[in-house]
């Protein structure tokens, strides 16, 4: 297949060129609508498409916004969760400051350090214990199963810290329902004491 030498085939490749790896299969794919497409019409009309959606952050590091996730949630799921003990090792499969496991780094988008391979052994486990790194999976995480846990009506941070303990598909369950939901509520209470 011979490529298109259309200006937009072109700054897509170059997107192309400088994004992260953890999308390579999606990419590939965008990228081979260039190579496919048979009018310059239809080609310009995918190129834009396959822009846009590049530019508005589906590369797998990108910065996400998700309303109600700002730093302070953040540093407050990072409180619940450990105290946010930036020296923490793993314990029990548990690793970092926000306490993330392997299924949930994959859930996430294995996210990994700048320069990293995501197949390198201890990958997961780099990424989890900087705080930007486990950050950007907690982040990526709450996009995927964000919603209003406890029905109230609104989606924020006593959501999210629900689903950080609970997991994403079962977040509605109380975090009192047992003594480490209890401690992990105490801590988070301490952080946003905002109903308390």
């Known amino acids: 297949m011979k490529p298109h030498h259309d200006p937009l085939c072109i700054i897509i490749i170059e997107i192309y060129r400088h994004t992260t790896k953890l999308v390579f299969k999606l990419k590939l794919h965008l990228i081979s609508v260039c190579f496919a497409s048979s009018s310059t019409q239809n080609m310009n009309f995918n190129a834009i498409i396959i822009v846009s959606l590049l530019i508005c952050g589906l590369n797998g590091q990108a910065n996400i916004s998700i309303s109600n996730l700002d730093r302070q949630c953040l540093r407050c799921l990072c409180y619940a969760a450990t105290n946010c003990d930036l020296g923490r090792d793993c314990v029990a499969g548990y690793c970092g400051p926000y306490k993330i496991s392997r299924l949930y780094w994959i859930d996430a988008g294995r996210v990994v350090l700048p320069e990293d391979d995501i ?28 919603r209003d846990c406890n029905g109230d009506g609104v989606t924020d941070c006593d959501d ?37």
């Open 119 to 146: 197949q390198r052994s201890g990958a997961f486990e780099d990424c989890t214990f900087s705080y930007g790194c486990a950050q950007q999976l907690v982040t990526n995480y709450m996009s995927k199963y964000g």
């Open 160 to 196: 999210f810290v629900m689903i950080n303990f609970n997991g994403g598909t079962h977040c509605d369950l109380p975090l009192d329902r047992n003594d480490f939901g209890k401690e992990w509520l105490q801590r988070y209470r301490i952080c946003n004491p905002k109903l308390y």
